[in-house]
């Protein structure tokens, strides 16, 4: 269902200048919650997916999203948005957190760079 135009964005936040209206999107909603004007203007590089693992031999489906994102730097940015998530978001009632982890990603090749170099040469 598309949003109402007024104030401009889809969280119609009571700290845009000059919006009065009542919020559009409810307070503990997840996209409100890990919006970048929620969160003090933190953004991630995200991809979900999902995925089906057969079953656990008791008739339950091993399935779920598989959630990955990239930044610069996790503390300040995915850890304060995960906090924020696992606090407050409604979604949460629907999950389980099986596990994070979190690896070093050397940067893309550019003409006549290998792999990695950024990193090794340092
Ligand atoms: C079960 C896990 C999750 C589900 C089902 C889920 C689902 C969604 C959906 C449907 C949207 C709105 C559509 C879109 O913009 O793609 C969204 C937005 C977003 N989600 Fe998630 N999400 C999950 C976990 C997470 C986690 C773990 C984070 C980060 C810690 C995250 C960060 C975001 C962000 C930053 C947005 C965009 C908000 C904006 O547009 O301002 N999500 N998510």
């Not at 995925?51 to 940015?77: K, S, W």
């Not at 009632?93 to 979190?102: Q, R």
């Amino acid at each position: 269902m598309p949003l109402p135009a007024r104030c401009g964005t889809r969280g119609c936040h009571s700290r845009i200048p000059g919006c009065s209206s009542p919020p559009v999107i409810a307070t503990a909603a997840h996209i409100r919650l890990a919006s970048a004007e929620s969160l003090g203007g933190v953004k991630i590089l995200r991809r979900g997916y999902n995925f089906v693992d057969g079953t656990d031999g008791q008739g339950r489906l091993d399935a779920g999203p598989f959630f990955i994102a990239f930044v610069r730097d996790p503390a300040r940015r995915f850890v304060p948005m995960q906090r924020t998530l696992s606090n407050n978001d409604v979604i949460m009632e629907y999950l389980e957190h099986t596990g994070p982890a979190v690896f070093a990603c050397p940067p893309g090749l550019g003409p006549g760079s290998y792999w990695g170099q950024a990193l090794l040469e340092s």
